[in-house]
């Protein structure tokens, strides 16, 4: 099985047309659907937890040259972002064995 995990950017919402925006701002409370969405009762907010985002900082870093091109390869825009994805990885990876090695 295999998880993603993901944070929106609250700086890059998602772009709507300018009929989906007159569509939304005309619509009231009661004519909004809400039957798919469960209720959140006194129990979902006595276990619920405020989570910050682990936001990234800037680094320099110094990379083999075919590291960069492999990741560089499948698009310019986003490959330190993938770079950090595989950085990630690797550190819950090692997180997880650590735990493993506690719990023994």
Same mark, same amino acid.
């Given at each position: ?12 919402? $998602?772009? +709507? #047309?300018?009929?989906?925006?007159? %569509? ?5 409370? *009661?004519?909004?659907?809400? @039957? ?16 910050? $985002?682990? +936001? #990234?900082?800037?680094?320099?870093? %110094? ?5 960069? *091109?492999?990741?560089?390869? @499948? ?30």
């Amino acid at each position: 099985m295999t998880t993603v995990n993901y944070t929106p950017d609250p700086k890059k919402k $998602p772009q +709507l #047309t300018e009929e989906q925006e007159a %569509r939304l701002a005309a619509l009231s409370d *009661e004519d909004i659907d809400y @039957s798919d969405i469960p209720e959140l009762d006194d129990d979902f907010w006595k276990n619920a937890k405020i989570v910050t $985002p682990d +936001l #990234t900082q800037p680094v320099t870093l %110094r990379v083999k040259r075919s590291v960069l *091109e492999y990741f560089q390869a @499948s698009g310019k825009k986003g490959y330190q972002s993938r770079m950090n994805a595989v950085l990630e990885s690797y550190v819950q990876a090692q997180k997880n064995l650590e735990q493993k090695k506690q719990n023994r």
